[in-house]
T-cell receptor
Framework: DGGITQSPKYLFRKEGQNVTLSCEQNLNHDAMYWYRQDPGQGLRLIYYSQIVNDFQKGDIAEGYSVSREKKESFPLTVTSAQKNPTAFYLCASSVNTNTGELFFGEGSRLTVL | DQQVKQNSPSLSVQEGRISILNCDYT??????FLWYKKYPAEGPTFLISISSIKDKNEDGRFTVFLNKSAKHLSLHIVPSQPGDSAVYFCAASATSGGANSKLTFGKGITLSVRP
């Protein structure tokens, strides 16, 4: 089945530790995105990548890093510099079109203790 | 500054009645609008979209209306069903900004459909 797979679904970390969230897609989409969802905040864009080996900061990139070494993969690292890392993280992808329709993964819930 | 606003955080309707979810936007460059539906602990799924060249798009029980002069769109669900209970996000993009113009999301509306 084609889709987007995020792992892990739930993750607990101690404060000060870096953590990497995985996102893999087999939709052959060029573009991939990371969003963060907080209660009452909607979806906020962290980073996006339109093509392999290239990525751009979104609206709330501070404290996060990404890489795009393969078309299928777009991992997100939540660093210790992120002040409020506890959140629900969503990965998405899209075909390189102008329609903007995104396909989302199931999400990863990160809790920092 | 929020460019896509969903001012009502929640809506409760009786099963079988119409649900009307509203969304306002401020960026006049937005020309493509989408609605996503999200269940708890899951990713959003695409529901319906509309281009600014139209004022209405219908797909089964779901209809989206666009009023460009008022910078307002609404999603109508009729008849509403208990399975429609979810968070609904309005999103917009300025496609003239090039391929993969970023989507801007509203904060979402929680719809509850009472049996």
């Amino acid at each position: 089945d084609g889709g987007i797979t995020q792992s892990p679904k739930y993750l607990f970390r101690k404060e000060g530790q870096n953590v990497t969230l995985s996102c893999e897609q087999n939709l052959n989409h060029d573009a991939m995105y990371w969003y963060r969802q907080d209660p009452g905040q909607g979806l906020r864009l962290i980073y996006y990548s339109q093509i392999v080996n290239d990525f751009q900061k979104g609206d709330i990139a501070e404290g996060y890093s990404v890489s795009r070494e393969k078309k299928e993969s777009f991992p997100l690292t939540v660093t210790s510099a992120q002040k409020n890392p506890t959140a629900f993280y969503l990965c998405a992808s899209s075909v390189n079109t102008n329609t903007g329709e995104l396909f989302f993964g199931e999400g990863s819930r990160l809790t920092v203790l | 500054d929020q460019q896509v606003k969903q001012n009502s955080p929640s809506l409760s309707v009786q099963e079988g009645r119409i649900s009307i979810l509203n969304c306002d936007y401020t960026n006049s460059m937005f020309d493509y609008f989408l609605w996503y539906k999200k269940y708890p602990a899951e990713g959003p799924t695409f529901l319906i979209s509309i281009s600014s060249i139209k004022d209405k798009n219908e797909d089964g029980r779901f209809t989206v209306f666009l009023n460009k002069s008022a910078k307002h769109l609404s999603l109508h669900i009729v008849p509403s069903q208990p399975g429609d209970s979810a968070v609904y996000f309005c999103a917009a993009s300025a496609t003239s900004g090039g391929a993969n113009s970023k989507l801007t999301f509203g904060k979402g509306i929680t719809l509850s459909v009472r049996p």
